[in-house]
């Protein structure tokens, strides 16, 4: 059950951060629409304040890189969230395994315990022959003592 939890807060946590890496995935596409934009002459407007002038050689080669390295951590986050995404389901995966095989097992016990209740014999008192014979050497002098 707490594995259970455990992968659902998991889960969430991921979803999360899938969110946020979608958002973040658009702000790159509107940063390289920006500087496309600036690269072919027109102006993007995309309500942030650009601190280098739209024609500069060197504020265009600036926003293509931080543009590279943004795409670059982009991709490492999204790769990321992938391994994630299949950990969880491996452990899903595992945590259903391990569910089948408990029942499987409960099963088979309950079964056994069944069988054990049919098969074995109900108590039943000793027997007095069998309890008469090793009373027997005890007998012998004690009715030869008590009848005189």
């Not at 496309?36 to 504020?59: D, K, M």
């Not at 590279?68 to 452990?91: C, F, G, P």
């Amino acid at each position: 059950m707490e594995g259970q939890k455990n992968l659902q807060a998991d889960n969430e946590a991921l979803r999360q951060r899938e969110e946020n890496l979608q958002a973040y995935e658009q702000r790159l596409r509107n940063l390289q629409n920006q500087v496309q934009g600036a690269a072919s002459g027109g102006h993007v407007a995309t309500g942030t304040a650009n601190s280098h002038p739209a024609g500069s050689e060197s504020a265009l080669s600036t926003d293509w890189s931080k543009l590279h390295r943004a795409r670059e951590l982009l991709e490492v986050e999204q790769r990321q969230l992938s391994e994630d995404q299949h950990v969880l389901l491996q452990a899903r995966e595992v945590l259903r395994k391990r569910e089948v095989n408990l029942i499987a097992r409960e099963g088979a016990v309950a079964l056994a315990e069944a069988q054990l209740r049919v098969a074995a014999p109900e108590p039943t008192k000793p027997s007095r022959g069998l309890f008469g014979m090793t009373r027997a050497p005890f007998k012998l002098p004690k009715s030869v003592f008590t009848k005189s």
